[in-house]
């Protein structure tokens, strides 16, 4: 239920109203009351009063305090011994001495007096319309106390009225703290008044009796103060706590938990600072009666209170001006305040924040005890409310950015496109770079994930450096970045593309080796290519397919959509193509360099599409590893090759047959089960069958790790390390591995008979295998003059234009009737061997 707010505003207004309703009840009721007490008695009921008083209860509703005494015991006492005008004459001056003592405002003074004044008013005229009898009657007692307990009603009534007036309604808190006494002391009260009133009668001495009983009763009232103080701090802090979990978990989260301190210590002004969390800057969050966002102190690290609070670790710290040394007060002077409580807060980083609670607004009272331990408890509440606001922070976080580098992704730059565009639809101009990183993949599969993420890293901090100052710079998928360049034309975007590139080609120490650091881009702008952001994105996608052929750098035209559609069809065509044979093996033939017999023919995929030609290897078995296929293709591809070997075999001839294996179809676990059940299904033996690996497929960790190689190799196939020399691996790494050859990349041996440093490397890779007990292919033989080279350098088979190019099965069958003989079956073989006719 929202609160009412307050009538009055002003104190005074509310203290006059109080005389006005005190002075002419007090006209028309007391001077029908008045007796002549003797001296002595009016200073002991005088002195009474004041003892009674001095023992209150205390409402504090925001600047103001408000007070509530029980002195019911005095009240009757007076009533009886000195009459009704001495009694408000000596309970007004009582209370007004008593809280002038205590430096309560002249305003609330006089409300106060006013009200003592109508509640013996209120009493008076009760008695005086009440049966009153002798002291010793029964109706006696009840009338005095009928008559007392409706004063304290009434005068709680007017207590409770003023701060209604004044502050609202102030809670279920402040009614229970004032009635409470009405109910469960006021009455013992009368009835202990009562009683020695009896016990005086009879004689003088019984105060020597009550004595005790009324510092007893003194004591009770107090402790019902403490414990009524105390309750009101649990509610508090349990409303506190119920406030902290219902809390947003965003910034105006965190400005209610501080407002709340401050409502819950009735302070002047609270501050929270927090340290930098993930990509927010360290924040400064004020509360003040004034409305000041910032000042001068909690946020500084050298600050002397802070610097306590955080070191302290004991709980709060709490400082007076009055107790201060003289850098203490020259802390608080910096703040302006004259007292402050400052305690650490808990963040989920662990690095610590800073709370600081300063001045109680409050005209009598100053921060105590109670209120540092009030807020020690609260700092627990606290403390999880900033946590799991920064948790929750996290997780949007964790949502909207790349883990490894802590760059934003690609969801995040979706939106940030999209309130980009949508800030002028008409008018926005953007641009969008998408960068590859060239040899992302050969990297991971040479060196492993660790040295690829590395090298996202180098890249990043690349495109950080020398990326345009308002660019938001975002990490895609795999090995793609992007780059939103607000505010840019097209053609402004393309020229940014093209220095980013050249300034990020560079080389880059990764896992211990330099490595180029090359970037294919592409390029997309708004709105000319787009207007949102999965149009700009998908545009620029396809932009960058189309760069590897565009010396780098390629901007999104209408035209390459129908490449990226053939991509698409491709991909979707890819298992029919094998079941209607546009999918097809050539066989190359590969010699022994020394007797030229034809040990083997290594099997090479091609696809004849229908509508688009002969499509390169290359392009339809990377499809085929993005889409999660190569599996396929591989088992195709093998089939086709084992069932040629059978026909051989048939023949009785021993001619082994090679196929190639991707580093993605190593990784599969039912791989050497299927290349075993390919053998069977042709009954091939193994060693008729030979794997030629990559050799980054080889070194590659997941592979290395697994126990592929060597389960392959126990089937009694061959395997084999094609391109050798184009990657990381040396040979010292290939003893650790179950390998039976290496095949020189023909990059080296086309140019063997012009240069003598390929001839060099050629060597040195032949004589190291044979060391290693490795056999050696040269692959891209294509004259005599490098065949005899490598002949005499000792190297076991050939392969290349010079021996055959790559042929289908009806042209092999043609050239192996037309180029080769037959040899006899050599002693402890099983099958006859090809050999090439010179």
């Known amino acids: 239920?929202?609160?009412?707010?307050?009538?009055?505003?002003?104190?005074?207004?509310?203290?006059?109203?109080?005389?006005?309703?005190?002075?002419?009840?007090?006209?028309?009721?007391?001077p029908g009351d008045?007796?002549?007490?003797?001296?002595?008695?009016?200073?002991?009921?005088?002195?009474?009063?004041?003892?009674?008083?001095?023992?209150?209860?205390?409402?504090?509703?925001?600047?103001?305090?408000f007070y509530c005494s029980a002195s019911e015991v005095v009240f009757v006492l007076a009533l009886v011994e000195i009459g009704g005008l001495w009694t408000a004459v000596t309970r007004a001056v009582a209370v007004a001495l008593v809280l002038v003592a205590q430096h309560v405002p002249a305003a609330k003074t006089v409300y106060n007096v006013a009200v003592a004044t109508i509640e013996v008013c209120v009493a008076v005229a009760l008695l005086e319309l009440l049966p009153v009898g002798t002291i010793d009657s029964p109706a006696t007692w009840l009338c005095?106390?009928?008559?007392?307990?409706?004063?304290?009603?009434?005068?709680?009534?007017?207590?409770?009225?003023?701060?209604?007036?004044?502050?609202?309604?102030?809670?279920?808190?402040?009614?229970?703290?004032?009635?409470?006494?009405?109910?469960?002391?006021?009455?013992?009260?009368?009835?202990?008044?009562?009683?020695?009133?009896?016990?005086?009668?009879?004689?003088?001495?019984?105060?020597?009796?009550?004595?005790?009983?009324?510092?007893?009763?003194?004591?009770?009232?107090?402790?019902?103060?403490?414990?009524?103080?105390?309750?009101?701090?649990?509610q508090r802090v349990y409303d506190f706590a119920r406030l902290v979990e219902q809390v947003p978990p965003d910034e105006a989260g965190t400005r209610q938990i501080v407002d709340a301190v401050r409502d819950l210590l009735n302070a002047e002004r609270v501050a929270l600072w927090l340290p930098p969390y993930l990509d927010e800057e360290p924040r400064l969050v004020v509360s003040a009666e004034n409305g000041d966002a910032w000042y001068d102190g909690p946020g500084d690290p050298?600050?002397?209170?802070?610097?306590?609070?955080?070191?302290?670790?004991?709980?709060?710290?709490?400082?007076?001006?009055?107790?201060a040394d003289d850098a203490e007060t020259a802390a608080l002077a910096r703040r302006g305040v004259s007292e402050l409580l400052a305690a650490p807060v808990m963040t989920a980083a662990g690095e610590p924040g800073y709370l600081e609670v300063c001045d109680r607004r409050s005209d009598v009272l100053s921060f105590a005890e109670s209120d540092r331990v009030a807020l020690d408890t609260m700092l627990t509440h606290v403390n999880a409310a900033i946590r799991h606001q920064q948790l929750l922070s996290q997780i949007r976080y964790d949502a909207d950015h790349d883990r490894l580098t802590g760059l934003p992704n690609r969801q995040r730059l979706a939106a940030e496109i999209d309130q980009l565009l949508s800030a002028d639809p008409l008018g926005a101009?953007?641009?969008?770079?998408?960068?590859?990183?060239?040899?992302?993949?050969?990297?991971?599969?040479?060196?492993?994930?660790?040295?690829?993420?590395?090298?996202?890293?180098?890249?990043?901090?690349?495109?950080?450096?020398?990326?345009?100052?308002?660019?938001?710079?975002?990490?895609?998928?795999?090995?793609?970045?992007?780059?939103?360049?607000?505010?840019?034309?097209?053609?402004?975007?393309?020229?940014?593309?093209?220095?980013?590139?050249?300034?990020?080609?560079?080389?880059?120490?990764?896992?211990?080796?330099?490595?180029?650091?090359?970037?294919?881009?592409?390029?997309?702008?708004?709105?000319?290519?787009?207007?949102?952001?999965?149009?700009?994105?998908?545009?620029?996608?396809?932009?960058?397919?189309?760069?590897?052929?565009?010396?780098g750098v390629a901007s999104y035209h209408p035209v390459l959509d129908q490449q990226s559609l053939r991509r698409l069809q491709l991909g979707t065509e890819l298992e029919q193509a094998m079941a209607d044979g546009q999918i097809s093996v050539v066989y190359q033939p590969i010699i022994d360099a020394q007797t030229s017999d034809i040990v083997s023919v290594e099997t090479l995929v091609r696809w004849s599409h229908p509508r688009y030609g002969q499509i390169p290897p290359e392009d339809f078995i990377h499809l085929a590893e993005q889409i999660g296929r190569i599996g396929a293709v591989t088992d195709h591809v093998l089939d086709l090759a084992l069932a040629r070997c059978r026909r051989w075999l048939d023949q009785d001839i021993a001619l082994s047959v090679a196929v190639n294996l991707s580093v993605h179809s190593l990784t599969e676990p039912d791989l050497v089960t299927r290349i075993a059940r390919?053998?069977?299904?042709?009954?091939?033996?193994?060693?008729?069958?030979?794997?030629?690996?990559?050799?980054?497929?080889?070194?590659?960790?997941?592979?290395?790790?697994?126990?592929?190689?060597?389960?392959?190799?126990?089937?009694?196939?061959?395997?084999?390390?094609?391109?050798f020399g184009t990657g990381y691996s040396s040979l010292s790494q290939l003893r650790q591995l179950p390998i039976d050859e290496v095949k020189i990349d023909k990059s080296f041996v086309l140019t063997m008979s012009t240069s003598q440093g390929e001839s060099f490397i050629a060597r040195s890779i032949i004589e190291l295998a044979h060391n290693l007990g490795l056999r050696v292919v040269a692959e891209g033989v294509e004259d005599e003059l490098t065949r005899n080279a490598l002949t005499e350098m000792g190297c076991d088979k050939l392969q290349g234009f010079l021996v055959s190019r790559p042929l289908p099965d009806d042209r092999l069958e043609s050239w192996l009737l037309a180029r080769t003989g037959v040899r006899s079956v050599a002693p402890g073989a099983t099958h006859r061997r090809l050999f090439v006719r010179t």
């Open 144 to 234: 005095y106390l009928l008559a007392i307990v409706a004063a304290d009603v009434v005068g709680a009534l007017l207590v409770v009225g003023a701060i209604t007036a004044t502050h609202g309604n102030p809670g279920r808190a402040v009614w229970t703290g004032v009635f409470g006494p009405i109910v469960m002391v006021g009455p013992v009260a009368v009835l202990v008044g009562l009683a020695i009133l009896l016990l005086l009668d009879v004689t003088g001495w019984a105060v020597v009796l009550m004595a005790p009983l009324l510092v007893a009763l003194g004591l009770l009232y107090r402790h019902f103060a403490s414990v009524t103080r105390k309750g009101r701090s649990v």
């Open 678 to 723: 390919a053998l069977q299904k042709h009954g091939v033996p193994g060693e008729l069958l030979t794997l030629e690996l990559t050799e980054g497929s080889v070194v590659d960790d997941s592979v290395r790790d697994s126990t592929v190689l060597e389960d392959l190799h126990a089937l009694g196939l061959r395997l084999s390390m094609d391109d």
């Open 302 to 323: 050298d600050d002397l209170f802070r610097r306590l609070a955080v070191a302290d670790g004991g709980g709060p710290v709490m400082v007076s001006l009055g107790r």
């Open 1 to 30: 239920m929202p609160i009412r707010p307050p009538l009055i505003t002003n104190p005074w207004t509310v203290a006059w109203l109080g005389l006005v309703l005190a002075g002419p009840l007090s006209l028309l009721v007391l």
């Open 34 to 65: 008045a007796t002549t007490p003797g001296v002595l008695a009016l200073f002991a009921v005088f002195a009474a009063f004041v003892a009674a008083e001095s023992i209150n209860l205390q409402f504090e509703i925001r600047r103001h305090t």
């Open 429 to 551: 101009r953007a641009g969008l770079i998408l960068a590859a990183l060239g040899n992302y993949t050969e990297v991971t599969d040479t060196l492993g994930h660790a040295a690829s993420d590395e090298l996202l890293l180098v890249t990043a901090g690349l495109l950080r450096e020398h990326a345009p100052p308002q660019a938001l710079l975002a990490r895609m998928e795999g090995e793609q970045f992007a780059v939103l360049l607000p505010g840019l034309s097209l053609a402004a975007t393309e020229r940014a593309a093209r220095r980013l590139r050249e300034a990020a080609s560079t080389r880059a120490r990764v896992a211990g080796l330099d490595l180029e650091v090359t970037l294919t881009i592409g390029v997309a702008a708004a709105p000319v290519h787009g207007t949102d952001s999965g149009t700009l994105m998908q545009r620029a996608d396809v932009a960058l397919l189309a760069a590897a052929d565009s010396g």
